[in-house]
């Protein structure tokens, strides 16, 4: 029976190592008001109507559809608006028979669907979101992209929803199920047809370096924090200084034990290998004043390794070598971060040259990437993507779970 439990668990714990894969989060949240307004009735409301009509101008019948999930905030709340990857609004075209095309944009004032009129609807809009030439023809399912304004809300900007109205010379329509329709439908996360929103998470935070210099014993009293290259080389011993000094506050609501992987990651310009040796700074310094004569005090983390070849090269923050912390969790724990110091390996050949934050390539500055867990403080919403091991679905995977996947294991087998 022993043998038996520690095969069980071999396979749970097999499971689990697989849900810390990266993959993205998807958040589904509904529409809950909705509702078109058009030209030529210019004073009926239709926000009770189970059906939405989209058309394109023509004197005297233009319409104009509006949209709002106002458990959007909500839905979102353990996500940052640099985590969004894309934002979807989709809608069933009850017919598909005319390919609309149009502009989404933001609505900048509030509305509700059971007062709105041609008559009252806002004068004027918010930021274009998006353009569209044509949804398709044929009944089904279509999407709008409504990233810019997911970004947008998740960023601070008041949510009143979006607009979306018809562009072109020719009469054309589209009917759409509104947020107040019975219609059931099997491809929607909630089982209707009606409209939602579909908002698609990396699970990783991006932190831009916001000071790095190099310093070297050749030229000890020369400050390097306003070159675009940083570099470290065993002759005159170069060293390179990076700090995302953003990193904890864009980790808020988040500890150690919620991060999966933690990279530095630099673009090294030099196509050979190199040995590296990474230093956790423990006092303050100054780009532009930071010399070799005023190094910073720093402690011995880890040797890292970076492959050959040029490009972009991960250096590990969320690893620990010969008993050393690593230095994501020391920073999470309360030690100030105050940065890395990274310097040549005394047995590497070669050493490493990196582009900084000063590059006129944006592209290729250096920045920290932090790969995240769902945040078990949204487990239960709307829409919640559980880990396949996540049997009592508390967004947790743990010995709870494996005593429900035994459970379950000895009654079907």
Known sequence: MKKFMCSLLSVFLLLMTA?????????????????????????????????????????????????KAGA?????????????????????????DDDLGGEVTMVNTTWGQSTLTWNNKPVTYGSLVYQFSGIGVGAGWKSFDITIAAVSWLGGTTNNGVNIRGTGLWIKTSHWYSSETVVADALSPFGTAAPYIEIEFANQIKVPVDGDAWISQELYSTPGGADDNLWYQNSGDWRVLLRASTLIAQLVGHDFNDVVSASLMVYNRKADPSQGDMFLITSPWDESTVTYLEMPAAEDTWHNPITSGTGWKAIDLNSSENGNTNVIQRWLTGTPNYGIMLRMHPNSTYGANFYSRESTDVSKRPYIVIGLKPNPTCCGQEGTVYLPSDFNKDCKVNFADFAIFTTEWLQNN
């Open 72 to 96: 959007f905030g909500t839905n979102t709340s353990c996500f940052t608006a640099d985590m969004v990857v894309q934002a979807k609004l989709w809608v069933y075209d009850k017919y598909g």
């Open 19 to 67: 849900d810390t894969a990266f993959s993205n989060v998807k958040k589904y949240v509904k529409v809950d008001a909705d509702t078109y307004v058009a030209e030529w009735e210019p004073t009926v409301v239709h926000g009770a109507m189970d059906e939405l009509y989209a058309m394109y101008p023509q004197s005297g019948s233009h319409t104009e559809v509006f949209f």
